[in-house]
């Protein structure tokens, strides 16, 4: 318990959201105070709902980039029935493994590798929302990087360049994933997460030089490990980010999340696929990465802040409203509400290994029925 309190009061970078944002919050008030609105931050991706603060889904970004640099996607709905998913797998050409998240998500919320139609259909019974479908990209790196352009400015800035590293644990024949996981630096404080999403593993022990993957999402708050690649930063980097903005032109402020085969090929404008984009809530992922104290990452997210407050203000000049107060505290509730309930599915949903041992716990898929329904009365996704 004490080593605990120590490692979390010596590394800001996991505290609570709120821990970390009530010091800087003022500035934020500032921002509201100043544009006469709390969304004051909607305008600055147009083409984004709430401009990309949460709520956003992954589908209304992939239309907006250029075809071949998102992987290929499919929506899915509750309401289908298993049969349907199967099919439009088979139809779209589909193989395993495949990815599947929720279409409006955040954090690495039910992210899962889906290895097997038997997957499928566990995941597409427990899920509640709408989610997507992608083809497995096999690239051996993943980075995020932090772009914005002011409006009416032909070249932008790149202000954070990250890799992401998942958390895993190495077998040695000996130790159980149980006691892997214990010793892990970063998943023993993760336990009652991992416990739960990796409970028919826990007494398997792990071959010697295998490696066990305990989170394919890369987020921080996933358990992810974030380098520092700001040195990589250079015009090359720089012009695939413009040509992709003047694509996407409506995005002026967000981190995109890629794979690529290499940062040269990345640089290179080949070999690379989008995976996500987040636009105003976006963080840049590089004061994370272990480079900085508290105080120094908080200067960094203001003046985040300012820039972003920035490009709404010279939107707003050019005719794009900030979102009215009621729609957007609604939209707000609505948001919160359902990334409370995918928190909670996540923290219970595991993968049967056969029909005959499902470990999906009592109530889960009761649980989802009820969330569908409350999304929409017609839905029945059993």
């Given at each position: 318990m004490?080593?605990?309190?120590?490692?979390?009061?010596?590394?800001?970078?996991?505290?609570?959201?709120?821990?970390?944002?009530?010091?800087?919050?003022?500035?934020?008030?500032?921002?509201?105070?100043?544009?006469?609105?709390?969304?004051?931050?909607?305008?600055?991706?147009?083409?984004?709902?709430?401009?990309?603060?949460?709520?956003?889904?992954?589908?209304?970004?992939?239309?907006?980039?250029?075809?071949?640099?998102?992987p290929r996607t499919e929506l899915v709905t509750p309401d289908r029935s298993v049969g349907y998913v199967e099919a439009l797998v088979s139809k779209q050409a589909f193989k395993f493994p495949l990815i599947a998240k929720p279409d409006i998500g955040q954090m690495g919320l039910m992210f899962r590798k889906i290895e097997s139609e038997e997957h499928l259909r566990q995941y597409h019974r427990a899920m509640p929302a709408p989610y997507v479908l992608q083809e497995y990209v096999d690239y051996p790196l993943e980075v995020s990087v932090f772009y914005y352009r002011i409006p009416g400015e032909v070249s932008g800035h790149i202000t954070a360049f990250v890799q992401k590293e998942c958390m895993q644990v190495m077998g040695d024949g000996v130790k159980t994933l149980r006691q892997?996981?214990?010793?892990?630096?970063?998943?023993?404080?993760?336990?009652?997460?991992?416990?739960?999403?990796?409970?028919?593993?826990?007494?398997?022990?792990?071959?010697?030089?295998?490696?066990?993957?305990?989170?394919?999402?890369?987020n921080l708050s996933r358990g992810g490990r974030l380098i520092n690649l700001e040195k990589e930063i250079d015009d090359k980097l720089l012009k695939v980010f413009d040509d992709l903005g003047r694509h996407a032109s409506n995005f002026f402020y967000g981190r995109y999340d890629i794979k690529c085969q290499s940062i040269a090929d990345l640089k290179a404008g080949r070999n690379f696929t989008i995976l996500e984009y987040n636009g105003a809530g976006a963080e840049p992922h590089h004061v994370y990465s272990g480079n900085f104290s508290f105080f120094e990452a908080c200067a960094v997210l203001v003046r985040h802040w300012d820039i972003l407050f920035r490009i709404s203000q010279e939107n707003r000049k050019r005719g794009i409203p900030v979102w009215h107060h009621e729609s957007g505290k609604h939209f707000m509730r609505h948001a919160r509400r359902h990334l409370r309930r995918l928190k909670h599915l996540d923290q219970r949903f595991e993968f049967a290994d056969s029909v005959e041992t499902i470990l999906i716990p009592a109530g889960l898929v009761g649980f989802a029925q009820r969330y569908a329904k409350a999304l929409s009365p017609d839905i029945d996704i059993l």
């Amino acid at each position: 318990m004490v080593t605990r309190l120590i490692h979390y009061i010596t590394h800001w970078e996991v505290w609570h959201w709120f821990a970390k944002y009530i010091f800087i919050g003022p500035a934020w008030l500032w921002y509201c105070f100043r544009s006469r609105s709390f969304w004051f931050f909607t305008p600055a991706n147009p083409t984004i709902t709430f401009g990309g603060l949460v709520g956003e889904a992954k589908t209304e970004i992939y239309k907006q980039l250029p075809l071949g640099t998102y992987p290929r996607t499919e929506l899915v709905t509750p309401d289908r029935s298993v049969g349907y998913v199967e099919a439009l797998v088979s139809k779209q050409a589909f193989k395993f493994p495949l990815i599947a998240k929720p279409d409006i998500g955040q954090m690495g919320l039910m992210f899962r590798k889906i290895e097997s139609e038997e997957h499928l259909r566990q995941y597409h019974r427990a899920m509640p929302a709408p989610y997507v479908l992608q083809e497995y990209v096999d690239y051996p790196l993943e980075v995020s990087v932090f772009y914005y352009r002011i409006p009416g400015e032909v070249s932008g800035h790149i202000t954070a360049f990250v890799q992401k590293e998942c958390m895993q644990v190495m077998g040695d024949g000996v130790k159980t994933l149980r006691q892997l996981i214990d010793a892990h630096p970063r998943a023993r404080f993760r336990r009652k997460e991992l416990y739960g999403k990796h409970e028919s593993k826990l007494r398997v022990i792990i071959p010697a030089g295998d490696t066990y993957i305990l989170s394919h999402a890369l987020n921080l708050s996933r358990g992810g490990r974030l380098i520092n690649l700001e040195k990589e930063i250079d015009d090359k980097l720089l012009k695939v980010f413009d040509d992709l903005g003047r694509h996407a032109s409506n995005f002026f402020y967000g981190r995109y999340d890629i794979k690529c085969q290499s940062i040269a090929d990345l640089k290179a404008g080949r070999n690379f696929t989008i995976l996500e984009y987040n636009g105003a809530g976006a963080e840049p992922h590089h004061v994370y990465s272990g480079n900085f104290s508290f105080f120094e990452a908080c200067a960094v997210l203001v003046r985040h802040w300012d820039i972003l407050f920035r490009i709404s203000q010279e939107n707003r000049k050019r005719g794009i409203p900030v979102w009215h107060h009621e729609s957007g505290k609604h939209f707000m509730r609505h948001a919160r509400r359902h990334l409370r309930r995918l928190k909670h599915l996540d923290q219970r949903f595991e993968f049967a290994d056969s029909v005959e041992t499902i470990l999906i716990p009592a109530g889960l898929v009761g649980f989802a029925q009820r969330y569908a329904k409350a999304l929409s009365p017609d839905i029945d996704i059993l």
